[in-house]
């Protein structure tokens, strides 16, 4: 079985201030890795995802993310958030070889002017 | 249409009344899925189609919950005898193939807010 954990279930951030979102799972099979985001009254949109090769990913609106194997984290980043970055931001694993997606329970962004 | 769609987008209904959701997935998606987020349990998976088959329901919450796909496309997602735990927003997913060891991006719909009284 798979279980994702997302540390903070919100982070208010100033803007133009750096920010990261952790996310550590557990699995006994190998996984792929994503971030997605729900802005209000919105649909789920895949940020980004890691599936293989280079450990550090970079995704929309200027979010990045590191898979750690050793530590079975995959944290986003961003070195500068703006108002329109407050949404609900969802870290969620696939099992390799199956198809449904495993979610953490969400980090709530604000960001305060 | 240009995404996942879902209807209604609102439903209230009346503890013990049954309640149909219906998913359009985007045109040509083979793969369908079904999700629920709910304040208490957060976002779990629920049920997965591929063509009309469903290869993996275990995320069905009880024999209350089913789904059914036709012409592998639309869905409907019916609970019968609604109970207040079972209000939350149910998501709808689809995507291209859905192969296993592939990897196919899951589009979502805007969801339907279930409330039960």
């Known amino acids: 079985a798979q279980s994702v954990t997302q540390l903070d279930s919100q982070v208010p951030v100033f803007e133009e201030a750096p920010v990261e979102l952790r996310c550590n799972y557990s699995s006994s099979v190998s996984v792929y890795l994503f971030w997605y985001v729900q802005y209000p009254n919105q649909g789920l949109q895949l940020l980004l995802k890691?599936?293989?090769?280079?450990?550090l990913v970079k995704g929309i609106n200027g979010f990045e993310a590191e898979f750690n194997k050793s530590q079975t984290s995959f944290h986003l980043r961003k070195p500068s958030v703006h108002i329109s970055d407050t949404a609900e931001y969802f870290c969620?694993?696939?099992?390799?070889?199956?198809?449904?997606?495993?979610f953490g329970q969400g980090t709530r962004l604000t960001i305060n002017p | 249409g240009a995404g996942v769609s879902q209807s209604p987008s609102n439903k209230v209904t009346e503890k013990g009344k049954d309640v149909e959701l219906r998913c359009d997935p985007i045109?040509?998606?083979?793969?369908l899925y079904w999700y629920r987020q709910s304040l208490g349990q957060g976002l779990e998976f629920l049920i997965y189609?591929?063509?009309?088959?469903?290869?993996?329901k275990s995320g069905l919450p009880s024999d209350r919950f089913s789904a059914e796909r036709t012409g592998g496309s639309v869905s409907t997602l019916t609970i019968q005898r609604t109970q207040q735990e079972d209000s939350a927003v149910y998501l709808c997913?689809?995507?291209?193939?859905?192969?296993?060891?592939?990897?196919?991006?899951?589009?979502f719909g805007p969801g339907t807010r279930l409330t039960v009284l």
């Open positions: 969620a694993v696939r099992p390799q070889g199956a198809q449904k997606l495993v």
């Open positions: 997913a689809s995507s291209s193939a859905g192969n296993r060891g592939s990897y196919n991006e899951q589009f």
């Open positions: 045109s040509g998606h083979t793969a």
């Open positions: 189609f591929q063509g009309n088959s469903a290869p993996d």
């Open positions: 890691y599936l293989s090769g280079s450990t």
